[in-house]
Nanobody, 120 residues
Framework: QVRLVESGGGLVQPGGSLRLSCAAS????????MGWYRQAPGKQRDLVAT???????NYADSVKGRFTISRDNAKNAVYLQMNSLKPDDTAVYYC??????????????WGQGTQVTVSS
């Protein structure tokens, strides 16, 4: 079993910043892709950013230049630095981590979600 724990959400004013963290624990042999997704009320869950095992990143057009995804392989963790936040960024943010356990099973795990609210 691989468990993800997220932290860092909250209420912030437009133009402000937040940093989300997500740490994985369990029988992890290797982590491949890591990413962040978000879901606003009444909408589908959308990709925000991903980072590969080699460090290649991919961002949704709506967050390019404002958000930065990073990872710490030693800590099995992924982060999302969010700057210049806008009300449209309000959503529940979920981390996603994919990889393999020590018994060669693939896993595709999700965090519990953390609320980000951008409002004055």
């Amino acid at each position: 079993q691989v468990r993800l724990v997220e932290s860092g959400g909250g209420l912030v004013q437009p133009g402000g910043s937040l940093r989300l963290s997500c740490a994985a624990s369990g029988s992890i042999y290797r982590i491949n892709a890591m990413g962040w997704y978000r879901q606003a009320p009444g909408k589908q869950r959308d990709l925000v950013a991903t980072i590969s095992s080699g460090g290649s990143t991919n961002y949704a057009d709506s967050v390019k230049g404002r958000f930065t995804i990073s990872r710490d392989n030693a800590k099995n963790a992924v982060y999302l630095q969010m700057n210049s936040l806008k009300p449209d960024d309000t959503a529940v943010y979920y981390c996603n981590i994919r990889g393999y356990t020590w018994d060669s099973r693939g896993f595709d795990s999700w965090g519990q979600g953390t609320q980000v609210t951008v409002s004055s």
